[in-house]
T-cell receptor, first 112, second 112 residues
């Protein structure tokens, strides 16, 4: 499984867009990029995933570079409730459906 | 649709005892995975079950075991508990390859 690199922490002002970067330079052609977040004392929450096209859902947008070596998760209007640890994960292989390799993630602090 | 349910929410055990944790996946999901989360090691994959068969296993000692029933519900067991087994144990379920994993809120195990 490809490894990911994220900054350990970031701050964002409430109401502004939060842009969380992730490097995954060894990603393989059939591996997807997934984003999860974990609010204290809860289980990780799925946010979004993509293969090579940009994706958007009601929570966030995912921008993947053309060479697929990096991606950015965008929370368009961050709120205090978005304060959490965000994990970028590369996932692939039909035999690894349930196996996610979590790094240390990025702690996003949304400030009023 | 009900989410992933884990019971009990909190558990306190003594060194040397054994413990069984339970997980009910989202209806229709056949893959169930277990994770251990500690402050020092972060989120680590324990094992995955699919259609009652263990499909993947992480790097944990044999004291950690699991099983899955025909209704996809799963249990994990830890025998001969050690202080280092104190952790948040998370269960996740998914429908198939490359559908997102959905996590429960975990069982907080404390070993004294």
């Amino acid at each position: 499984d490809a490894k990911t690199t994220q900054p350990p922490s970031m701050d964002c002002a409430e109401g502004r867009a939060a842009n969380l970067p992730c490097n995954h330079s060894t990603i393989s052609g059939n591996e997807y990029v997934y984003w999860y977040r974990q609010i204290h004392s809860q289980g990780p929450q799925y946010i979004i995933h993509g293969l090579k096209n940009n994706e958007t859902n009601e929570m966030a947008s995912l921008i993947i570079t053309e060479d697929r070596k990096s991606s950015t998760l965008i929370l368009p209007h961050a709120t205090l409730r978005d304060t959490a640890v965000y994990y970028c994960i590369v996932r692939g292989g039909s035999s690894n459906t349930g196996k996610l390799i979590f790094g240390q993630g990025t702690t996003l602090q949304v400030k009023p | 649709k009900a989410g992933v349910t884990q019971t009990p929410r909190y558990l306190i055990k003594t060194r040397g005892q054994q413990v069984t944790l339970s997980c009910s996946p989202i209806s229709g999901h056949r893959s169930v995975s277990w994770y251990q989360q500690t402050p020092g090691q972060g989120l680590q994959f324990l094992f995955e079950y699919f259609s009652e068969t263990q499909r993947n296993k992480g790097n944990f000692p044999g004291r950690f075991s699991g099983r899955q029933f025909s209704n996809s519900r799963s249990e994990m067991n830890v025998s001969t508990l050690e202080l280092g087994d104190s952790a948040l144990y998370l269960c996740a379920s998914s429908w198939e390859y490359n559908s997102p994993l959905h996590f429960g809120n975990g069982t907080r195990l404390t070993v004294t």
